[in-house]
């Protein structure tokens, strides 16, 4: 079975929600927005206090290429536009609308009707790319890159495939395998429509063989697509990845930063985005909701939610159970690539894949002990680099020696600070220096 060939660890998996049907969350009182819910230029609001609003109408356009506009969720009235502590722990721009009722766009086709490109004979490449811009669309698995640019390559690169990212490699997070088990045609129509987007003829769904029900329904789902291949992979974290996935897929290996996935072939869209393309060009649906896991060893009922963006995470946690009395750490997204949040009335933005509530014994981190130069950080990382060295680095501010030792190609996986016996912060001071370093590098391609 395929994986990819460098570094790599095997985190306990605790998937808890994985056999917990996907459940409509409730309708927030106040639904809140911000703007950066995606990589690049924020989006702009268009909306005013006391403008009343619809469930998929804009209500902030894309502030530039990279960018990418914003849907209401909920029906109701704007009540005011001011800041919010977003789930990176910096304050936002955010547009917050009283909720009333649940009033739809007409436009939108909320039917269960499966619709296919045999049905949308007409639909060109342009088409679709169009589609997917305007609905808001971004990368499902948590790096929210506009969809429209990676459809977009720049000259003289040719994709060959494109590749589902079905892994789901995080820990506890359940989202993305609900999701297959319970959309399955759909994902796959949303990977046509991606094939012709980039007018290519093969396409792969990448999925971790922990999830065998999925692999066995999506394989029987693309017996009546020519082209499609589903292809298990064994269980290693961070094969979810793009240079793993691509590696683990199509065996070939990305070369460093400025190369980019499709310098090798491949595009890469998370099995979330494919299903979200295939309603906002089948269904003229923009990105409103999505697919999240609320999950913990202490939590009562760890599940899965087709939460509206803007809902407050407090109010999933609620109807899990409430906020355990051990909780150490509420962490928005997996143990692994998650960041820790300030309080739990974030509201689930187009990147939330998941609410991790941390027990006590769990958050609580290691005493720090010396390096002991066992080599087990280089051996698990992904990307062939030397964390303790990195982590050294950043620490005594060495900025010109971490930008050759090629800081700017972690990619914040955690492996080494997983596997260190000594729980030294080696990401902790990574990150510190790869942002400092790449801040240095615009500053100097800037002049």
Not at 321 to 342: H, N, Q, R, S, Y
Not at 388 to 398: D, F, P, R, V
Request: hydrophobic share 40%; charged share 25%; with cysteine.
């Amino acid at each position: 079975m395929k994986t990819f060939r460098i570094g790599g660890v095997h985190p306990a998996e605790n998937k808890l929600s994985a056999a917990e049907p996907i459940r409509v969350a409730e309708l927030p009182k106040i639904a809140v927005f911000p703007m950066g819910q995606h990589i690049g230029a924020p989006a702009k609001p268009i909306v005013q206090k006391g403008d009343k609003v619809k469930v998929g109408q804009m209500i902030a356009e894309a502030g530039g290429f990279v960018s990418a506009p914003i849907f209401s969720s909920v029906s109701g009235t704007v009540q005011k536009i001011d800041t919010i502590i977003e789930a990176s722990g910096y304050k936002k721009p955010a547009v917050f609308i009283t909720v009333e009722g649940d009033e739809w766009e007409e436009s939108i086709d909320r039917s269960t009707d499966l619709v296919t490109l045999a049905d949308r004979p007409e639909l060109t490449s342009k088409d679709i790319i169009d589609k997917i811009q305007k609905a808001g669309i971004v990368g499902m698995g948590g790096a929210c890159f506009p969809c429209h640019v990676k459809l977009m390559p720049p000259p003289g690169s040719k994709p060959e495939w494109v590749i589902i990212n079905a892994v789901e490699c995080e820990p506890y997070l359940t989202a993305d395998h609900r999701l297959m088990l319970e959309h399955a045609d759909e994902i796959i129509v949303g990977l046509t429509l991606l094939m012709k987007a980039v007018d290519v003829k093969k396409g792969f769904i990448g999925i971790e063989n922990n999830k065998p029900d999925a692999i066995a329904l999506m394989q029987e789902k693309a017996k009546a697509y020519p082209g499609i291949e589903i292809v298990p992979l064994k269980v290693k974290y961070p094969q979810g990845g793009e240079k793993q996935l691509i590696d683990a897929v199509v065996g070939r290996q990305v070369p460093a930063p400025p190369a980019l996935p499709v310098s090798v072939g491949a595009i890469i869209q998370n099995v979330g985005t494919a299903f979200a393309v295939y309603e906002a060009v089948m269904k003229n649906k923009p990105l409103f909701e999505r697919i999240v896991t609320v999950t913990g060893k202490s939590l009562a009922h760890p599940s899965n939610f087709l939460t509206r963006m803007g809902t407050p995470m407090s109010q999933l946690i609620d109807a899990c159970g409430g906020l355990p009395e051990d909780t150490g750490k509420v962490i928005g997204g997996g143990p692994m690539m998650g960041k820790a949040l300030l309080n739990t009335d974030v509201p689930i933005c187009k990147g939330s894949s998941g609410v991790l509530i941390m027990n006590e014994k769990e958050a609580k981190r290691g005493e720090v002990e010396n390096c002991i130069r066992c080599g087990k950080c280089v051996g698990a990382c992904p990307m062939g680099l030397e964390p303790y060295l990195l982590s050294q680095c950043a620490e005594q501010q060495m900025w010109e020696r971490l930008e050759k030792e090629d800081v700017v190609s972690c990619i914040e996986c955690g492996s080494c600070q997983f596997t260190c016996p000594a729980n030294r912060p080696l990401l902790d001071y990574i990150r510190l220096g790869k942002s400092t370093v790449m801040g240095i590098i615009r500053s100097r391609n800037a002049k």
